[in-house]
C-alpha cells in the first residue's frame, strides 16, 4: 500500500487514514496545518491510495510560496521522481 513516506514532499505533514463508516473515496487537506484525512474506498482499492496521496502531495506542492523559486523547483522534482520510483516498483 501507498503511503505518505512515499512522498518527500509530505515529510512534515500528519495524513490519517478514516475509519468512518459515512464517508468514502475522498480525502480533507487543511494546507496551513499540513494535516489531511484520508477516507476509505467505498470500492476497490486498486488506485486508490495512490490516486488520494497524489492529491495532497499536489495541494503541497502547490502551496509553497511561488517566489521561492529554488524551492517550489526542487519539490516538484522531487515529487517526480517519487512518482517514477513507484511507477517502476509496479
Known amino acids: 500500500m501507498i503511503t505518505k513516506k512515499d512522498f518527500n514532499i509530505l515529510n512534515d505533514w500528519t ?3 478514516s ?3 459515512k464517508i468514502f473515496d475522498c480525502c480533507c487537506i487543511d494546507l496551513k496545518g499540513k ?3 484520508i477516507f476509505q474506498p467505498s470500492v ?3 488506485d486508490y491510495w495512490l490516486h488520494e496521496y497524489l492529491h495532497i502531495a499536489l495541494s503541497s ?3 509553497i510560496d511561488k517566489r521561492k523559486v529554488k524551492e517550489v523547483a526542487y519539490a ?3 515529487l517526480i ?3 517514477c ?3 517502476i516498483q509496479e
Do not use: F, P
Open 35 to 37: 494535516k489531511a484525512t
Open 85 to 87: 520510483w513507484l511507477t
Open 19 to 21: 475509519q468512518s463508516k
Open 76 to 78: 516538484e522534482e522531487q
Open 44 to 46: 476497490s482499492e486498486k
Open 61 to 63: 506542492l502547490r502551496s
Open 81 to 83: 521522481r517519487d512518482i
Open 15 to 17: 495524513i490519517k487514514i
